[in-house]
């Protein structure tokens, strides 16, 4: 403990209630760490949000959870507890087995991409571990190569697939329904008498089984 002007200063104690502002704590936190952070976390989310180091980490322990693949979810839920919500629903990475962690995605000490993604876009961050959508196709989809979003939520989804809505209705979001087999409704609402077949089970995905791309010499219907 050092004197200032005479006085001996105060200890820092680091928590969310301590006397000690976000600054002077993460001041002190930056004094070793600044190369784990990096630049962006300088005027980022979480700094723009007040919150300090002590937040996430458990300091001077054996073990932090914020830090563990299994229990790193369940602290940031703490402030996020719309994702945790999310993780609960019927499709969703594994979140909540400890076989991911939001780390794998985001880079919660900053980061100069859209909501903090540990990659440049979007389709980037999804490429480290679906590196078998990134193409290039022969036959693209172009929302594929847009934006994964497009189409799934990462965070979870009661649909299959984490997709934001069934087909043939997140298909026909985007693709005329006029004249297909997969017509969901006419004039008169739902379709009427014995519903068409293609609109069964996987739906458009019963014959346009290559959505995320195709590279067979007759796939432009992305059918093969």
Same mark, same amino acid.
């Given at each position: 403990?050092?004197?200032?002007?005479?006085?001996?200063?105060?200890?820092?104690?680091?928590?969310?209630?301590?006397?000690?502002?976000?600054?002077?704590?993460?001041?002190?936190?930056?004094?070793?760490?600044?190369?784990?952070?990096?630049?962006?976390?300088?005027?980022?989310?979480?700094?723009?949000?007040?919150?300090?180091?002590?937040?996430?980490?458990?300091?001077?322990?054996?073990s932090d959870p914020v830090l563990g693949t299994a229990t790193q979810a369940a602290?940031?839920?703490?402030?996020?507890s719309f994702r945790m919500g999310d993780s609960l629903k019927a499709y969703s990475?594994?979140?909540?087995?400890?076989?991911?962690? =939001? !780390?794998? $995605? @985001?880079? /919660? #000490? %900053?980061?100069?991409?859209?909501?903090? &993604?540990?990659?440049?876009?979007?389709?980037?961050?999804?490429?480290?571990?679906?590196?078998d959508k990134r193409g290039p196709f022969l036959w693209e989809h172009a929302p594929?190569?847009?934006? =994964? !979003?497009? $189409? @799934?939520? /990462? #965070? %979870?989804?009661?649909?299959?697939?984490? &997709?934001?809505?069934?087909?043939?209705?997140?298909?026909?979001?985007?693709?005329?329904?006029?004249?297909?087999?997969?017509?969901?409704?006419?004039?008169?609402?739902?379709?009427?008498?014995?519903?068409?077949?293609?609109?069964?089970?996987?739906?458009?995905?019963?014959?346009?089984?290559?959505?995320?791309?195709?590279?067979?010499?007759?796939?432009?219907?992305?059918?093969?």
């Amino acid at each position: 403990m050092q004197q200032v002007d005479g006085k001996m200063a105060q200890v820092i104690r680091f928590a969310r209630d301590s006397a000690a502002s976000v600054e002077t704590q993460n001041g002190m936190c930056l004094g070793c760490h600044e190369a784990d952070t990096g630049f962006a976390a300088h005027g980022g989310a979480h700094e723009d949000n007040q919150v300090s180091c002590a937040n996430c980490h458990a300091l001077h322990r054996a073990s932090d959870p914020v830090l563990g693949t299994a229990t790193q979810a369940a602290k940031c839920y703490e402030c996020h507890s719309f994702r945790m919500g999310d993780s609960l629903k019927a499709y969703s990475h594994p979140l909540r087995e400890g076989k991911m962690s =939001c !780390t794998g $995605c @985001h880079n /919660p #000490h %900053g980061a100069t991409t859209e909501m903090l &993604l540990a990659r440049q876009t979007v389709n980037d961050t999804c490429y480290q571990c679906h590196a078998d959508k990134r193409g290039p196709f022969l036959w693209e989809h172009a929302p594929v190569a847009e934006d =994964c !979003t497009t $189409c @799934h939520d /990462p #965070h %979870g989804s009661n649909q299959p697939g984490m &997709l934001v809505q069934r087909a043939p209705l997140l298909c026909q979001s985007c693709h005329s329904q006029s004249g297909h087999p997969s017509v969901a409704r006419d004039a008169g609402g739902l379709a009427t008498g014995m519903p068409s077949q293609y609109l069964l089970g996987r739906s458009c995905l019963n014959c346009h089984s290559q959505v995320h791309g195709s590279n067979h010499p007759s796939g432009s219907k992305l059918m093969r």
